[in-house]
């Protein structure tokens, strides 16, 4: 076990905070559409492990502009249904889904992974990319996870890691919803999958993807920051400073390895 780490914000304030960094213009600068290190390359990836195909029902969780749920539908022919705490992601998802013509198979909903809206055992397949380690509670996810798919049905995390102990500085609300401030040890997202239920865990690394994602950003953030002092867009959490100096503390963790990036997959019995 690892220790707990906390914020003094408020659980409903994390969430909220984060669903407002993903719905910002600063956001869509930094990342483009797709808010995960490697992109649809590995979504495809996670898509692979989890044998989804024409029939699967996928569940997509913090779905951000539904990226990937499109992809899924249009590459692999599955039904997709995204569920995201931000409202006005929801809706340009939904948007997305229509313009790729997939609107029939994919759609999108409102809603918390702690308490995800849906019925024991509906899909057949969950995806949940850089997102987990944002959740204040991940215990309740884990065990919402397990609930809504079945049983012989498949989960695919892919989140952040740590190894070792991350420095303090990333512990703040705008470390959190950049997914580093709550990264954990492979082996407890590991653990908290298996208390919740499940089994079969395998682990693949792509610590790569996190490093080139994380100096793309450090590049991105210049640009940002002259626009950023033109009035031009606003920094949702934090400022400028605070974002470059958290985005260089963060690539000197990946350099050393106590940063890194895995998928990790799961079975319900
Ligand atoms: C780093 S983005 C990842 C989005 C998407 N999975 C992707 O890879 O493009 C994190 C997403 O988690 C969503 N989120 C945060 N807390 C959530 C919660 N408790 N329930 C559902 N979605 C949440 C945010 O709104 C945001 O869209």
Known sequence: MTENRSLSEPAEGVKSCCAGVYESDWA???????????????????????????????????AGKGTSGVFLA??????????????????????????????????????????????????DAIVCECAYCTFPNKT????????????GGRLGLADLTRSGTLTEELNTLLGWVACLGDAQPVDEYARQLEVAGFTQLAVESHDEALSRMVHDVRA??????????????????????????????????????????????????
């Open 28 to 62: 869509r600068l930094l990342l483009g559409d797709s808010f995960h290190p490697g992109g649809l390359a590995l979504t495809e990836r996670l898509g692979e492990l989890l044998s989804i195909g024409p029939h699967t029902r996928v569940l997509d969780v913090a």
């Open 74 to 123: 249009r590459r692999l022919g599955c039904r997709v249904v995204g569920v995201d705490y931000g409202a006005v992601n929801v809706a340009e998802a939904a948007r997305a889904a229509a313009e790729a013509g997939v609107s029939d198979r994919v759609s999108f909903v409102q809603g918390d992974a702690e308490c995800l809206p849906f019925a024991d055992g509906e899909f």
């Open 140 to 151: 309740a996810t884990s065990r919402e996870f397990h609930r809504v798919v079945r049983p």
């Open 220 to 269: 991105k953030l210049l640009a940002v920051e002259l626009m950023t002092k033109l009035g031009k867009i606003m920094l949702p959490v934090g400022n400028i400073d605070q974002a470059k100096e958290m985005a260089r503390t963060a690539a000197s963790c990946v350099q050393d390895g106590r940063l890194g990036y895995s998928l990790l997959t799961a079975l319900r019995p």
